[in-house]
């Protein structure tokens, strides 16, 4: 499917995940709660933007990257915690 933006493209899957590509970020995968608290926040049109990176492994849990921050899933908690670039 086709951005709002127009410049991107995304598939939803089942079981909470979804890929969105743009020619200058490439393809990434955003899934699990970090996927939820994206959504709530406006997917791409909020002030993250596009994911720039799959989800990884951090100290307290996991992260996906996006062009104006990043989004946090902390293990212990099972809080997800969005910050922007400083």
Do not use: C
Not at 2 to 17: C, I, L, S
Request: net charge negative; no cysteine.
């Amino acid at each position: 499917m086709g951005t709002p933006d127009g410049v991107g493209r995304y598939n939803h899957f089942t079981k909470n995940a979804s890929i969105y590509w743009t020619p200058t970020t490439d393809a990434h995968l955003v899934h699990g709660a970090i996927r939820e608290h994206w959504s709530a926040l406006g997917w791409e049109t909020s002030w993250l933007g596009y994911p720039t990176s799959d989800e990884y492994p951090v100290l307290a849990g996991r992260r996906n990257d996006f062009r104006g921050g990043y989004i946090e899933w902390n293990a212990t908690t099972g809080v997800t915690t969005a910050y922007r670039h400083q």
